[in-house]
């Protein structure tokens, strides 16, 4: 058996894993069914938001927040976050505006977390 | 100039509370922010988790607050930015400062303070050694790292491990940084599971339970620290002394509610959250001047702020139009280690038409034990918790019949049962 505390939620519920794979895991501990999926992806296939900055031109602030639409694979963490800082981006930009497509092969796009107008 | 409703600080807790009075049919409603923006701390907290409550998704502080922010323009609630408030007073006169309107007076029919938190300094917890650069509070480097676009620097070590310190392992390594250690006073986290398993965990960042800085060095820049672990009494024990090389420490050492508006107007604070006390309506000691938010007390979940706010929002638009019943009022005890609960009183004939939830945090880690609601000794509601912690606040929410039994009770008494001694 297996011990994790699950992440997808604030209320971080400790979950008891039994088995390896997709199909013999069996979860107890959950909250609700996110903590299954949680269990099942963290056992097989772990991943992560990623969530940091990158740089703007014209705007209020040097930086806005981004962040991943979707949670990418864990080990891509550090590439992603290369890729973040090797980019520059235009205001104006809204809540949502993609600012990296297909981060590092992930399939998962990079989208703006702020609106910010041109200064 | 007069208003019905003035809010003091546009966070969370501000929007929420606003919305709410206008939903309620409140229209003359005014919102006072010191910062450029609305939004309060969520505008530095960029890493998701905020929201799942209350939008059954998972947000950015950013993200949150915008939605917050909408709402409010939608409604064409008024608001002032870069407007700091000086002074409140029992008259429910707020006083505001900013340089578009210069000194202005408001009259309220009713106030509420929506002020939130700031962080304990360094001087709180007194360290011994040279007063060099590369200090910061936690909150102020995070303000720094993800509005400024500021590197703070390159070998940390952090000191509390609160959610704010926690939040910024990861996040300083993110940006590059070594983060050597997490020090920890107590033999536990004050922060989330999930952030010690996703923020230090995951980057195999070393969490020293029982341990503390007791001294730094280096004259220009921090150039290392001393960490020692403490007894049971919390007291260094200096012969387990160890130096850490760095150029940067962050105190994540608590937050403090900003009371100093409250207690300019005469609000009873309550000795264990520094927050207002308040009752079911979140109304303060003083008529008509309502607080809610981490100005309350401290939150580690924003949609409780949400929800706690947007009660304040309502309560205080049927103060505006009804006043204040005036009738008996039930102190709510607390004991067997839950260390507050917020409201602490209960009006008798308050209107509870809306749910009523009690809101607490216990003084330690518990297992397997039920958060029990008495009335005159009597069980009104237990509920079981496979695990309590003080990070962690609890809450218990009436029924209409519980609250019956409430409201006809002449004495009320929160507690832990089950508890092994
Ligand atoms: C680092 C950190 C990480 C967090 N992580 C999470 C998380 O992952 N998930 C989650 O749900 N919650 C999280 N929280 C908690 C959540 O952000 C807070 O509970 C929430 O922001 C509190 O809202 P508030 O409106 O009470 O206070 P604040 O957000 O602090 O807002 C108070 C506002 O009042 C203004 N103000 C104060 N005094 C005056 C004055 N005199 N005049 C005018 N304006 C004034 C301030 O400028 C500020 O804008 C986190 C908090 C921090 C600090």
Do not use: W
Not at chain 1, 43 to 64: F, L
Not at chain 2, 289 to 318: M, W, Y
Request: hydrophobic share 40%.
């Amino acid at each position: 058996m297996k011990e994790l505390i699950c992440i997808s939620c604030p209320m971080g519920c400790h979950l008891q894993v039994e088995g390896e794979s997709v199909e013999n895991i069996v979860v107890s501990g959950n909250g609700c069914v996110r903590g299954i999926i949680y269990a099942k992806n963290e056992i097989t296939a772990p991943k992560r938001m990623v969530c940091g900055t990158v740089k703007i031109n014209g705007a209020t602030q040097p930086v806005v927040s981004v962040k991943t639409k979707e949670p990418i694979p864990k080990e891509k963490i550090f590439d992603c976050l290369a890729e973040l800082n090797n980019t520059t981006i235009e205001a104006p930009v809204s809540v949502g505006d993609v600012a990296i497509v297909n981060v590092c092969n992930t399939g998962v796009d990079v989208v703006v977390t702020k609106g910010l107008s041109k200064r | 100039m007069n208003k019905n409703l003035v809010i003091v600080g546009g966070g969370p807790a501000g929007l929420a509370c606003a919305i709410s009075a206008y939903d309620e049919g409140e229209r003359d409603i005014l919102i006072l922010e010191r910062e450029p923006e609305l939004g309060g701390i969520l505008n530095q907290c960029i890493h998701n988790g905020f929201g799942l409550h209350t939008f059954k998704e998972e947000l950015t502080g950013p993200e949150y607050a915008y939605r917050y922010v909408k709402g409010v323009e939608e409604r064409g609630i008024e608001y002032k930015t870069e407007a700091t408030v000086i002074d409140v007073n029992a008259q429910k006169q707020v006083t505001y400062v900013s340089k578009r309107d210069g000194l202005v007076t408001i009259d309220a029919k009713a106030v509420v303070l929506c002020c939130g938190c700031r962080e304990r300094p360094r001087g709180a917890i007194n360290i011994a050694g040279m007063r060099g650069s590369g200090i910061f509070s936690a909150g102020t480097a995070q303000k720094l790292v993800n509005v400024e676009g500021l590197s703070v620097g390159k070998n940390v070590v952090i000191l509390g491990s609160g959610d704010i310190g926690l939040i910024m392992a990861r996040r300083m390594t993110f940006e590059g940084a070594n983060v050597k250690a997490v020090v920890e006073l107590m033999p536990y986290s004050s922060g989330l599971n999930r952030n010690i398993v996703q923020c230090l965990n995951d980057f195999d960042i070393p969490l020293l339970f029982s341990h503390t800085v007791v001294q730094v060095h280096g004259k220009g820049r921090l150039c290392g620290v001393t960490i020692a672990q403490v007894d049971e009494n919390l007291r260094p024990k200096m012969d387990t002394a160890k130096y850490i090389e760095c150029d940067t420490l962050l105190l994540s050492v608590g937050l403090l509610p900003e009371n100093e508006l409250a207690k300019n107007a005469g609000v009873v604070l309550s000795s264990v959250t520094g927050g207002g006390i308040v009752d079911d309506s979140m109304m303060t000691s003083q008529e008509g001047i309502f607080v809610c938010g981490n100005v309350l007390h401290v939150h580690d979940l924003v949609d409780f702020v949400s929800q706690e706010s947007a009660l304040a929002g309502q309560r205080a638009v049927q103060y505006i139009r009804n006043g204040a019943p005036n009738c008996e009022k039930i102190t709510i005890e607390t004991k067997n280690g839950i260390r507050y609960c917020v409201p602490s009183i209960l009006k008798k004939d308050g209107d509870f038409t809306s749910a009523l939830s009690f809101k607490m945090r216990v003084s330690n880690v518990f297992k397997k034990v039920t958060l029990t609601v008495f009335a005159d000794g009597v069980v009104v509601l237990a509920k079981k918790r496979p695990i309590v912690t003080p990070g962690e606040m609890e809450n218990v929410t009436f029924t209409p019949k519980q609250i019956e039994q409430l409201k006809t009770a002449s004495s009320i008494q929160v507690s832990l049962e089950g508890v092994e001694k």
